[in-house]
Nanobody, 126 residues
Framework: QVQLVESGGGSVQVGGSLRLSCAASGHTYTRNNMAWFRQAPGKEREGVTALTDDGRTRYTDSVKGRFTISKDNAKDTLYLEMTSLKIEDTAMYYC????????????????????WGQGTQVTVSS
């Protein structure tokens, strides 16, 4: 079983930056792809960005150029560097892991991920 623990959320002003972390453990052979999702109040959870073990990335359009996903394999920790934060980035951010056998960019659909963290809150204010 895969365990995911997010950290690094908090409150920041518009234009600020935050770095989220997701420490992973357990059953590494069942996952080769990790992602960040977010869910704002009253909205559905959406995929933000994903990263495969061989370095392929996908970003949702609204965060391109502002967010960067990365992974420290030695620490088995996924990161999300968020810059130029906007009010609309306010959400609960979730880390997810799964297995992706495709040759294209990793998916940003919930059904593609089988392990989820508990989430970390990001609040952006003016």
């Amino acid at each position: 079983q895969v365990q995911l623990v997010e950290s690094g959320g908090g409150s920041v002003q518009v234009g600020g930056s935050l770095r989220l972390s997701c420490a992973a453990s357990g059953h590494t052979y069942t996952r080769n792809n990790m992602a960040w999702f977010r869910q704002a109040p009253g909205k559905e959870r959406e995929g933000v960005t994903a990263l495969t073990d061989d370095g392929r990335t996908r970003y949702t359009d609204s965060v391109k150029g502002r967010f960067t996903i990365s992974k420290d394999n030695a620490k088995d920790t996924l990161y999300l560097e968020m810059t130029s934060l906007k009010i609309e980035d306010t959400a609960m951010y979730y880390c997810a892991a799964g297995w992706y056998g495709g040759v294209g960019l990793p998916p940003l659909t919930e059904r593609s991920y089988t392990a989820w963290g508990q989430g970390t809150q990001v609040t952006v204010s003016s």
